[in-house]
């Protein structure tokens, strides 16, 4: 079995460290880790450190750093831009994204997205989004966390998108050229799809629309199977 992650806000640079707080509890109460055990620590910007398990106490893990190090940013960043989804759909979607490699996610306030996030309704949605993430980071062993962006509206997306997900597009999403450096926006749509005046917005402002094959799929699931064509096309699987 892999070494757990845990995230910190800052890594020791060596010697000894005391894990505690709610990260703490997990380990020592939950995964009930002991000594001898190792466990990854992470910042969620890049830097690890391989610890073991001096001490466990009710809550708290005592340990000593065997080693760290710094994971470089990917390059190009990978952003979908989720059309906001009803209920659990969302997170799903949210979850498996992070765990195929998602750099940054951006909410996006589609016309045909049932929920809507507004007042303080909306920040408990974009709060459960980022929790998610978070968890989904950990479980996946991953340096870097990935961004979960404020919501944006149509013409906020519009500026950053360079491919759509779209079911009757012409273009193969494993056959379109990307960038080598920058960033790759995927667009992804809601339960109700991608309205027609939202596709010729997206395109007048230079995105492409792509389809993954004959199947349309869920909103939860076309943003993870588009990532993995997206992470093997630019070398990261």
Not at 202 to 209: I, K, L, V
Request: hydrophobic share 45%; net charge negative; proline share 6%.
């Amino acid at each position: 079995m892999s070494r757990p992650l845990f995230l910190v806000p800052s890594l020791p640079e060596g010697g000894s460290f005391t894990l505690d707080g709610p990260e703490g509890h997990h380990a020592a109460t939950v995964q009930r880790l002991r000594v001898g055990e190792e466990l990854l620590l992470a910042d969620g910007r890049g830097g690890t450190a391989t610890a073991v398990v001096t001490a466990a106490g009710r809550g708290t893990l005592e340990l000593r750093i065997i080693s760290s190090g710094y994971t470089d940013p990917p390059d190009p960043r990978l952003v979908v831009i989720q059309g906001i989804a009803k209920g659990e759909r969302g997170e799903l979607a949210v979850q498996a994204m992070t765990e195929a490699g998602v750099d940054e996610i951006v909410p996006w306030a589609a016309a045909r997205s049932v929920a809507q996030w507004r007042g303080e309704r909306g920040d408990r949605a974009h709060d459960r989004w980022a929790a998610t993430a978070r968890e989904a980071a950990k479980q996946a062993r991953r340096p870097w966390l990935p961004l979960v962006a404020p919501a944006a509206s149509t013409r906020e997306v519009a500026v950053r998108a360079t491919l759509v997900l779209h079911e009757e597009a012409k273009e193969r999403l494993t056959r379109v050229e990307l960038p080598e450096t920058g960033e790759v926006a995927l667009v992804v749509g809601p339960e109700g799809g991608i309205a027609p005046e939202e596709l010729a917005a997206f395109e007048a402002a230079g995105a492409t629309a792509v389809r993954l094959g004959d199947e349309v799929l869920r909103t939860s699931t076309a943003g993870v199977a588009a990532l993995a064509v997206l992470a093997t096309r630019l070398g990261r699987w």
